[in-house]
């Protein structure tokens, strides 16, 4: 079976079986359709392993499955903490900043969103400017600054402690700074 037409044979046969399958593993539309393309991505790297015609279905199944736990691993492992709810908090000049231990900081980069990760990796470990980031992102400035606004008030809330006197609670997604004195 040639590569290009036993995958369009496979595609053609198995393709809404696989998708309906991947929609109930994953509940959404688009990671379905993500998770199904991957599958068949995969199967035409793999085509001459499958020597049984009559077990292609099942193949495909085992492939399109592999591939959704190994999201749902990656998932556990990037746990993503929204930047919806972190409020600004004041400024501290350099001179202040405690010494930060690099696995507690590259730990709270892992639960940022990759949209805030991004911008202040590439910022602050990379040297890039605004501009560099806004064009590789294919974001405005603005966006890229707000970006790296929030995503370092989220590290800083999680990295540094409070001044004293200063009253930071939990509050839904993230930490926020009090300003009503309780």
Request: aromatic share 8%.
């Amino acid at each position: 079976m040639g590569s290009a037409s036993g995958l369009h044979q496979l595609v053609d046969t198995h393709y809404q079986a696989l998708y309906r399958y991947a929609y109930r593993l994953s509940g959404t539309a688009a990671d379905a359709e993500d998770l199904t393309q991957e599958a068949f991505g995969k199967a035409l790297a793999r085509l001459p392993q499958l020597r049984d015609q009559e077990r292609a279905k099942a193949w495909l199944y085992r492939i399109l499955r592999n591939a959704y736990l190994h999201r749902v691993r990656d998932q556990k492992r990037h746990r993503v903490v929204p930047l919806d709810a972190v409020g600004d908090l004041p400024e501290r000049s350099a001179e202040e900043l405690p010494e930060i231990e690099p696995a507690r900081l590259q730990q709270a980069l892992n639960e940022l969103d990759e949209a805030f990760r991004t911008p202040i990796i590439l910022y602050y470990f990379d040297d890039f400017s605004y501009r560099d980031i806004a064009e590789q992102m294919n974001l405005p400035i603005g966006t890229v600054m707000s970006r790296l606004a929030r995503g370092k008030a989220y590290l800083r809330s999680r990295l540094v402690p409070p001044e004293p006197g200063e009253n930071v609670a939990a509050v839904g997604d993230g930490p926020r700074r009090a300003t009503d004195g309780m």
